[in-house]
Nanobody, 126 residues
Framework: QMQLVESGGGLVQAGGSLRLSCAAS????????LGWFRQAPGKERRFVAAISWSGGSTYSADSEKGRFTISRDNAKNTVHLQMNSLKPEDTAVYYC???????????????????WGQGTQVTVSS
């Protein structure tokens, strides 16, 4: 079992930055693949970024074009999403997700993830 709690969301102007954090509790944190997804009003939940269970591989959606960086801190059982150069289209509820050692082909879809946080709102104003 794993519990995830996001923090760090809020209101920011376009061009600004936010750092989202997700604190996890549960066994074998270091063995879990971690991901970030977002869901904007009227749209389906979509992939933002993921990091492998080992921390050796990261993945991000092409639309972010290097603006977002995912990282994990196993000592604190946390995963972060650093978001820079934010745009209004980044406005969404952001969710962290986890699952035990997902394969590379599975990390970009929400279905394979077993555990989800409650979400944190990110609003980017023009």
């Amino acid at each position: 079992q794993m519990q995830l709690v996001e923090s760090g969301g809020g209101l920011v102007q376009a061009g600004g930055s936010l750092r989202l954090s997700c604190a996890a509790s549960g066994r074998s944190f270091s063995s879990f693949t971690l991901g970030w997804f977002r869901q904007a009003p009227g749209k389906e939940r979509r992939f933002v970024a993921a990091i492998s269970w080992s921390g050796g591989s990261t993945y991000s959606a092409d639309s972010e074009k290097g603006r977002f960086t995912i990282s994990r801190d196993n000592a604190k059982n946390t995963v972060h999403l650093q978001m820079n150069s934010l745009k209004p289209e980044d406005t969404a509820v952001y969710y962290c997700a986890a699952s035990f050692r997902l394969s590379t082909v599975a990390v970009m879809a929400p279905g394979p993830y077993e555990y989800w946080g409650q979400g944190t709102q990110v609003t980017v104003s023009s």
